[in-house]
């Protein structure tokens, strides 16, 4: 089945370290995205990709990085220069129209300490 | 930018009841679209309903529908016979040119 398989589901880091999120797809979508979920606010765009080696920041990019060297994959980097990185992240796909619905991944859930 | 805005953190219904969620929103795109999208407790994002600002007829799938004033930029999101499992977080999100925006979500328990 077609899907978005996002990795780990739960993920503990301690204060400094960089880390990685993983986001894969078997959709065949184009575009891909990255959003931070926290009580209270919502959904808040990090960074988004429309095609291969191709991104742009959303609201919230600094702290974070990404790449897009295949269609199937955008992995997340939370980097130490996030203040306040602890959040539940996820992550959707769409075939990239404004008419298109996103896909979403069941989330990552990062702590760090 | 785009804005959405939802003003109703909380919300409560029993079981077979009808419930409005509420949604406004802020555009300058003269085509665009509008969704709501359901998180239950699992957290896995679900869409729940899609609308075309051009087109004027209110979009509706199953029990769910939605009221769609586009002088008034409102779209609320009608449930009728409210279920157990329509207990979620609701999210109403617009998108003009590349990018979805969301709101800040309305918490619908449905009680029984």
């Known amino acids: 089945d077609g899907g978005i398989t996002q990795s780990p589901k739960y993920l503990f880091r301690k204060e400094g370290q960089n880390v990685t999120l993983s986001c894969e797809q078997n959709l065949n979508h184009d575009a891909m995205y990255w959003y931070r979920q926290d009580p209270g606010q919502g959904l808040r765009l990090i960074y988004y990709?429309?095609?291969?080696?191709?991104?742009q920041k959303g609201d919230i990019a600094e702290g974070y990085s990404v790449s897009r060297e295949k269609k199937e994959s955008f992995p997340l980097t939370v980097t130490s220069a996030q203040k306040n990185p602890t959040a539940f992240y996820l992550c959707?796909?769409?075939?990239?129209?404004?008419?298109?619905?996103?896909?979403f991944g069941n989330g990552t859930r990062l702590t760090v300490t | 930018a785009q804005t959405v805005t939802q003003s109703q953190p909380e919300m409560s219904v029993q079981e077979a009841e009808t419930v409005t969620l509420s949604c406004t929103y802020d555009t300058s795109e003269n085509n665009y679209y509008l969704f709501w999208y359901k998180q239950p407790p699992s957290r896995q994002m679900i869409l729940v309903i899609r609308?075309?600002?051009?087109?004027?007829q209110n979009a509706t799938e199953n029990r769910f529908s939605v009221n769609f004033q586009k002088a008034a930029k409102s779209f609320s999101l009608k449930i009728s016979d409210s279920q157990l499992g329509d207990t979620a977080m609701y999210f109403c999100a617009s998108v003009g040119y590349s990018t979805l925006t969301f709101g800040k979500g309305t918490m619908l328990l449905v009680s029984p």
């Open positions: 959707a796909s769409s075939f990239g129209r404004a008419y298109s619905p996103l896909h």
């Open positions: 609308q075309e600002a051009y087109k004027q």
């Open positions: 990709s429309q095609i291969v080696n191709d991104f």
